[in-house]
């Protein structure tokens, strides 16, 4: 079965704390992604990556840092967390250059206060 | 702007009442049309992937079918655990790797 784990379900931060958030996929997939999840507002793509140590931008990176150090494990990282980053947080993976599906985390429920 | 829309956003069925939900796209070039399952406070779960106008998968009481515009994800006979928000999602040529953009959701709810 595929897996893509995310180290936490539930997290209550502080504004201004660094906060990470890591995910890891046994899949040997090339793509991961970070998702944030907002009702009204759908899935928006926060960072992807397609190999280790390279990253792209996605549609909402402002606020948000991202580090890929090995293949398996992908991790968001919110520098100064502010309650406007309260939000689901869904980290996925998919195999690279194929039109395959992408495979999600449980999710990360993430509260600033 | 590449784009997915779904609807409606919200459906309540009585158990056993099928119907579908519907996902307009419109992206520049089509690489595969993906549907999930959401329910609530998890991730995503993939149900089918469709390629090509005409094609056509099943599970269960699920069945995608695709166009050359929109995807429609049927529903027969459907029971109170089918209740979930289902996601589309489109696969363009976007990108380095191409873009995977999703839909907003349809909230199913299954009476009984």
């Known amino acids: 079965d595929v897996k893509v784990t995310q180290s936490s379900r539930y997290l209550v931060k502080r504004t201004g704390e660094k906060v990470f958030l890591e995910c890891v996929q046994d899949m040997d997939h090339e793509n991961m992604f970070w998702y944030r999840q907002d009702p009204g507002l759908g899935l928006r793509l926060i960072y992807f990556s397609y190999d280790v140590k390279m990253k792209e931008k996605g549609d909402i990176p402002e606020g948000y840092s991202v580090s890929r150090e090995k293949k398996e494990r992908f991790s968001l990282i919110l520098e100064s967390a502010s309650t406007n980053q309260t939000s689901m947080y869904l980290c996925?993976?998919?195999?690279?250059?194929?039109?395959?599906?992408?495979?999600f985390g449980q999710g990360t429920r993430l509260t600033v206060v | 702007e590449d784009q997915v829309t779904q609807s409606p956003e919200a459906l309540r069925l009585q158990e056993g009442e099928s119907s579908s939900l519907n996902c307009s796209y419109t992206v520049s070039g089509l690489r595969g049309l993906f549907w999930y399952r959401q329910d609530p406070g998890k991730g995503p779960e993939f149900l089918f992937t469709l390629y090509s106008a005409g094609e056509e998968k099943e599970k269960e009481r699920l069945k995608a079918t695709l166009t050359k515009k929109e995807s429609f994800l049927h529903i027969t006979a459907p029971k109170p655990e089918d209740s979930a928000t289902y996601l589309c999602?489109?696969?363009?040529?976007?990108?380095?790797?191409?873009?995977?953009?999703f839909g907003k959701g349809t909230k199913l709810s299954v009476k009984p």
């Open positions: 996925a993976s998919r195999t690279g250059r194929t039109n395959t599906e992408a495979f």
């Open positions: 999602a489109a696969l363009n040529y976007g990108g380095s790797q191409g873009n995977l953009i």
